[in-house]
């Protein structure tokens, strides 16, 4: 028997072929998701796992009556860091004092699976690092996407092409609010109904204004096109500023409004962006509506591959929970290919719609035309639909693929004009 | 350290990680599958992968200079097997002598990446104990649906959850027959048209008759459902009786057709079926156009993910094999959660599609009607668009959700009438 058939030949490490003990599991966060999962490892009882300890600050609030009897449930990090459990499942989220857990356990040489995108997308390189040199593992299939299996997918499934580019809706509450506001609602009554559903917090920014979806753009770019960029490199534009007049408009070009995450590997330079944009109406990322996530990866091989389904909710990020730990009870590994450091030194080269409300009178299409062509910037086509009053009204100008940096420079000095009520709002269009 | 610990500690077999030698891998078959996993193989150099045999029939036919020079090219199956590879990448296709080949290598404890459905589907477990007793692994992510990583999104990001239902587009040639009968040809140019393309064989009866998808849907349902059925008990309807009069009436009734393999298992009974169905235009399934594949899982705790893509072809099914080589290459498990034996023993409850071709006379609707209500199944519409000669005037009766076997009966009697002058067709409806 050959060296390499001698490892290949190894059993995995699975508690049913090793007949070792169960894993014993912390859950740290006893939350709708930390729930979620206590209640997949009671009813489905999946082989190999055991709940043994619950963290939570002031846990006797939390505290069930359908955990098994043993379950230790503790206000003490450090006491269950310094247990005898296996795995941490770190559910609090936010980069402390979750990081500082996950450090300890990883550093304990315990493992971790985690939902924390922020932690990941900030810090993943390095806590990985720690798992590797301290015989631990990290596991953060939850942390994008929730229920779609995205990670597995790309880290198993798609390992043997070299994606090239991805697009994703990988924030619930923007895409509730915009395929809402496709339907004629107004951005702040969306966002009040949102709010009382429980897809919005209180203060939505980290939602509307694309920073969770960047940290969620910049974990999967890091497996999926194999690059690690800072993700304060790349800049958000919040879905604030859409009105129902731009999903009216959209409309007549075929299009809809959606939050759209993008990277792109261009010959080695990375471009990455996440915001509104107009979507075609046959796209894949058109058909996503309500809390739903989505993710499209383009293969150099294997072409497109789309995924999607509940990217949050307590059950559905619970199974990616669940389905890490039963990866690490089975012995299966990361098929782990190395990302490099690198720059978001790229532009997307697309058309772009752009809004303006103006005063009405005479020369405004000729000045804002005249503005864009200064930049070298070719005009698509320019709407202005009826029904509009004439001291507020709104008209569009879509332009042909042109560099993000030079129509910057056309709308601020466009932005100068005495008749623009307000900056216009300039939206990628995916082809 | 505890024991479980010190399991999940063991570094992963990864090439990189324990500096072995490559994975050496021999290629059974050099079509177009083959010639794309040496491709990618050529172009990406995955660390840890090595290409060292090509095995075909007339092998001179087969040999091209772009694969590295040590490539060593040969007829003889034996040798290759004897020889030192670690790993057989069988994509010859059908029973045998693929299967042959496959058990060779197994037995003489080497790994098998194959993209063989039909024996995976009818020796997938045999095959997975044989490899599991001698040491070896047995991957087949290239299976089904190509280039999805619908396998490892299964078998590693749904492992916590449990998967109650499937359906799939399974079948590339079937749905671009379908897809351009939607806008209008009929099914023999298409089919034409498909046959000079390469996306239909000379005798397209696997394709069109369902054979080919039952044996993924048999694959899907052992991993997804956990349970192992006999393909053979799953009986399949072709494709071929679809009309394009049938694409007219599904437009009114706001669905498209399209061939979809679907199981259930409900409280522990299992149904299992593929054909042609009735499925709603605003559905996924309708969204799938040309050689597109789709998958649509409903677990009990993440609801449904949908995973689609190129399905089939030579770079999409490398990518699936390349990714299984890398997962053998570093060391990756499978979560392999045990499925158990089953009978399908279920019926589908559904809505059905019924067209009939009759001789115009009076009384028909009420001689059909009053069949369907012999078997106490309730009419939800019956439909005559104009236009249509009374020698051969089609009508369709959709009804409400029945079982199968009810509505068989029903049609049974039905098809006495004089006036029929074909079997009616009897589509399923999905909602």
Redesign the interface.
């Known amino acids: ?5 001698a ?4 059993t ?4 049913q072929a ?1 007949g ?5 599991i912390a859950l740290f966060g006893f939350g709708t998701v930390g729930s ?1 999962v206590a209640r ?1 490892l009671v009813e ?1 009882r ?2 190999g796992l055991e709940l043994t300890h619950v963290f939570n600050r002031n846990v006797d609030r939390k505290r069930v009556e359908w955990t098994p009897t043993g379950v230790v449930w503790s206000e003490d990090a450090d006491a269950v860091l310094a247990s ?1 459990v ?1 795995v941490i499942v770190e559910l609090a989220g936010g980069l402390d004092p979750a990081g500082t857990w996950v450090r300890h356990a990883l550093e304990a ?3 971790v699976v985690t939902a924390n995108k922020k932690l990941i997308a900030y810090h993943g390189v390095e806590l990985e690092r720690l798992a590797a040199a ?4 990290l596991k953060y ?1 939850a942390a994008v996407a ?17 994606i090239e580019r991805m697009q994703g809706i990988l924030n619930g509450t923007c895409n509730f609010i915009l395929s809402k506001m496709e339907t004629g609602a107004e951005y702040a009554n969306v966002l009040a109904t949102a709010q009382a559903k429980g897809y919005a917090e209180a203060d939505p920014t980290e939602d509307v204004g694309g920073f969770d979806a960047r940290a969620k753009l910049a974990i999967l770019m890091r497996l999926a096109l194999r690059v690690i960029v800072d993700p304060e490199e790349i800049v958000p534009q919040p879905i604030t500023a859409v009105t129902a007049v731009d999903f009216s408009y959209a409309h007549d070009l075929g299009c809809t409004i959606r939050q759209v995450a993008r990277a792109e590997d261009v010959r080695g330079t990375v471009a990455a962006t996440v915001g509104p944009m107009l979507v075609d109406k046959n796209s ?1 990322l058109a ?1 996503s509506r309500g809390t739903e996530n989505m993710v499209i990866l383009t ?1 150099r ?10 990217g949050a909710g307590g ?2 990020t ?11 009870a ?8 190395p990302s490099l450091p690198a720059k978001i030194g790229a532009e997307f080269e697309v058309p772009h719609y752009i809004r303006f409300f103006v005063k009405d009178r005479p020369g405004i299409v000729a000045e804002i035309t005249g503005a864009l062509a200064r930049e070298q910037i070719n005009i698509r086509a320019i709407v202005q639909k009826p029904g509009y009053p004439a001291d507020r009204l709104p008209f569009v100008v879509t332009v042909e693929p042109c560099k993000t940096s030079a129509l910057k420079r056309a709308l601020a000095s466009i932005s100068q004009m005495d008749c623009l009520l307000e900056h216009p709002l300039d939206l990628q269009m995916l082809e």
Chains 1, 2 share one sequence.
């Open positions: 028997m050959s060296q390499e058939n490892s290949l030949s190894s995995p490490f699975s508690t090793t070792t003990r169960p894993l014993r979620s997949i489905s999946p082989e005898d296996d040489g315990k493992s301290k015989g631990g593992h299939g929730g229920g779609i299996p995205v990670i597995p997918g790309i880290e198993q499934g798609l390992a043997g092409d070299r894949p058909w293969g091989y294997g072409g497109d591959v789309v995924f999607s389904g509940h059950h559905p619970a199974v990616a929970v669940v389905s890490d730990l039963l990866a690490l089975h012995g299966s590994r990361r098929v782990a290919i």
